[in-house]
């Protein structure tokens, strides 16, 4: 079977932006609140930080659960990895997320400004000066006959729906508006020309899931 690039949960505001202006370390989706955004998936059973019992089951559970289901590898933009621009500075910054990354896969971060690989619990990553096609290469050789997961942000998904790449692609969309940030698009309907497409509610009813796959 084909190896899919596949887009798992991503989260727009109503106005399409995937994360709001000044990111900076402490705040990783600028003046976007994160809360506000993954509010659906944390109220599920299976949000991987659940901490309490109980939770929501159905759709919005179901694609708690999907995020992960046969991946063998992630792509990521660099503003995903950290807030850091141009040459890096400190090598030891190693991401958002401290010793214990949640990706267990080989992830490629996208960069203009390459340095070494390194593993951190189960997760490597690669850092890849590259265009999609070529990344996209890299991650399907390491996934080893999986899917790959492209995991944002909205800059590096766009470049990848542009370039003809995904093959399936889930975003939710919140009711919240950013007003500014990085935008994944300004309407859902920019992507009907190449994808079918179908929107449904969240069961909780605070995000609408679009679900897009190819033509």
């Known amino acids: 079977m084909a190896q899919l690039l596949r887009v798992q949960n991503f989260n727009v505001s109503s106005d399409g932006y995937g994360a709001g202006e000044g990111q900076t370390l402490e705040r990783p989706f600028g003046h976007a609140d994160p809360e506000a955004m993954f509010a659906w998936a944390g109220a599920t059973a299976s949000w991987p930080r659940r901490t309490d019992p109980g939770g929501s089951r159905?759709?919005?559970?179901?694609?708690?659960?999907?995020?992960?289901?046969?991946?063998?590898?992630?792509?990521?933009?660099?503003?995903?990895?950290?807030p850091q621009r141009g040459p890096w500075r400190d090598h030891e910054w190693r991401g958002w997320w401290g010793d214990e990354p949640p990706f267990h896969t080989p992830v490629f971060v996208l960069t203009h400004h390459p340095r070494p690989s390194f593993a951190l619990g189960g997760t490597t990553f690669h850092f890849l000066d590259a265009d999609p096609a070529t990344a996209l290469a890299a991650a399907r050789e390491a996934a080893d006959g999986k899917d790959v997961r492209l995991g944002g942000g909205?800059?590096?998904?766009?470049?990848?729906?542009?370039?003809?790449?995904?093959?399936?692609?889930?975003?939710?969309?919140?009711?919240?508006?950013l007003g500014g940030g990085s935008r994944l698009w300004e309407s859902s309907d920019e992507l009907l020309d190449r994808y079918h497409r179908d929107v449904v509610p969240s069961p909780g009813g605070t995000v609408t899931h679009h679900l897009f796959w190819r033509k």
């Open 154 to 177: 909205a800059a590096t998904i766009r470049a990848f729906l542009d370039a003809g790449l995904v093959d399936t692609l889930h975003v939710a969309v919140s009711p919240v508006v």
């Open 58 to 82: 159905g759709l919005d559970d179901y694609l708690t659960r999907d995020h992960g289901r046969n991946i063998g590898a992630e792509i990521m933009g660099r503003n995903k990895f950290g």
